[in-house]
């Protein structure tokens, strides 16, 4: 816990036998998280950069936003009390909340303060007007966006395309805001392929989200599935719940229910529909987010 992330420590495991098939297919899942137990997986890469930015300009706190559950918000809080920085939570919706959920006590306890916010109020979150109104209660801040979600996030997402092994042929891994996506895409091989499996519910805008963002924008070797999202974030149907508890049987890997086991799920139907080319070499990222799941998800 006291220590800094640290990308050596991401494994590599081969996971084919948790997906039968006669096309010569591999899986392989790198597992970014295991880089830190709370500052773990894609969220590490995404920050550093803010963070570095923040020290740089000479900031003693950052603000950055995120919901209940927010991957984002626990990496974040732990980070910044790591680069001995102040940090802010602005979060999405208050409705009469008496408790706050495990990820924001984890939050405050790292030192976060939160501050709540309205949901029409949380979606002005790039608007000047709410940026200068958090300034004035918090004083002068380092703003990080949602996700991690600007330049300096996507440059330390690309830091992840140095873990690839040689001979992967398609790379697969979950999109929330598409940051950790667009930042591999950027630094990777242009002929290693890209398959991206979005998490919220009709995430179609993020074609056009990712597109934006990258630096080769004629290649066309990427693409996105927004057909594995079980309708969105909070939604954990029995057959996910049961894949996940089946994979981590064959593998001992735990998957999170938000990002990876729906991703995992969608490899597997894929690959049952020949969905992939024979003797594809996918490599799958499991970006973390095991401090969402429900307590006790994988024991008996
Ligand atoms: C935040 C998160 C993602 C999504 O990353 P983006 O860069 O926002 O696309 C994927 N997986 C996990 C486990 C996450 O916590």
């Given at each position: 816990?006291?220590?800094?992330?640290?990308?050596?420590?991401?494994?590599?495991?081969?996971?084919?036998?948790?997906?039968?098939?006669?096309?010569?297919?591999?899986?392989?899942?790198?597992?970014?998280?295991?880089?830190?137990?709370?500052?773990?997986?894609?969220?590490?890469?995404?920050?550093?950069?803010?963070?570095?930015?923040?020290?740089?300009?000479?900031?003693?706190?950052?603000?950055?936003?995120?919901?209940?559950?927010?991957?984002?918000?626990?990496?974040?809080?732990?980070?910044?009390?790591?680069?001995?920085?102040?940090?802010?939570?602005?979060?999405?919706?208050?409705?009469?909340?008496?408790?706050?959920?495990?990820?924001?006590?984890?939050?405050?306890?790292?030192?976060?303060?939160?501050?709540?916010?309205?949901?029409?109020?949380?979606?002005?979150?790039?608007?000047?007007?709410?940026?200068?109104?958090?300034?004035?209660?918090?004083?002068?801040?380092?703003?990080?966006?949602?996700?991690?979600?600007?330049?300096?996030?996507?440059?330390?997402?690309?830091?992840?395309?140095?873990?690839?092994?040689?001979?992967?042929?398609?790379?697969?891994?979950?999109?929330?805001?598409?940051?950790?996506?667009?930042?591999?895409?950027?630094?990777?091989?242009?002929?290693?392929?890209?398959?991206?499996?979005?998490?919220?519910?009709?995430?179609?805008?993020?074609?056009?989200?990712?597109?934006?963002?990258?630096?080769?924008?004629?290649?066309?070797?990427?693409?996105?599935?927004?057909?594995?999202?079980f309708?969105?974030?909070?939604k954990t149907p029995?057959?996910l719940i049961?894949?996940?508890?089946?994979?981590?049987?064959?593998?001992?890997?735990?998957?999170?229910i938000?990002?990876?086991?729906?991703?995992?799920?969608?490899?597997?139907?894929?690959?049952?529909?020949?969905?992939?080319?024979?003797?594809?070499?996918?490599?799958?990222?499991?970006?973390?987010?095991?401090?969402?799941?429900?307590?006790?998800?994988?024991?008996?």
């Amino acid at each position: 816990m006291d220590t800094m992330p640290d990308p050596l420590r991401a494994s590599l495991c081969d996971v084919t036998s948790a997906f039968p098939n006669r096309q010569g297919i591999i899986v392989k899942l790198l597992r970014l998280d295991l880089i830190h137990p709370v500052i773990s997986g894609n969220k590490w890469f995404k920050l550093k950069y803010n963070l570095q930015d923040a020290l740089d300009g000479g900031f003693e706190q950052i603000i950055t936003f995120g919901g209940n559950y927010s991957n984002h918000l626990l990496a974040a809080a732990a980070a910044s009390k790591h680069a001995g920085l102040r940090s802010v939570g602005v979060v999405r919706g208050y409705h009469g909340q008496q408790v706050l959920s495990a990820t924001l006590q984890d939050c405050t306890s790292l030192g976060m303060e939160l501050h709540f916010v309205s949901r029409t109020e949380y979606a002005k979150k790039e608007d000047p007007d709410l940026i200068s109104e958090l300034q004035s209660i918090f004083g002068p801040s380092f703003i990080i966006p949602e996700g991690g979600d600007n330049a300096a996030g996507r440059r330390g997402a690309g830091e992840i395309a140095a873990l690839v092994p040689d001979g992967t042929s398609m790379l697969c891994l979950p999109v929330g805001t598409g940051t950790t996506f667009c930042g591999i895409r950027n630094a990777l091989p242009l002929n290693i392929q890209m398959t991206g499996f979005t998490a919220m519910n009709a995430g179609g805008y993020l074609q056009q989200e990712i597109q934006k963002h990258l630096t080769d924008k004629l290649h066309r070797n990427w693409s996105l599935r927004t057909d594995y999202s079980f309708g969105g974030f909070a939604k954990t149907p029995p057959a996910l719940i049961d894949f996940m508890k089946q994979f981590n049987l064959q593998t001992a890997i735990p998957l999170d229910i938000v990002y990876t086991g729906k991703m995992m799920f969608g490899i597997q139907q894929m690959i049952r529909e020949q969905a992939f080319a024979a003797g594809e070499q996918i490599l799958c990222i499991h970006t973390g987010g095991l401090q969402g799941n429900p307590t006790g998800l994988f024991n008996p």
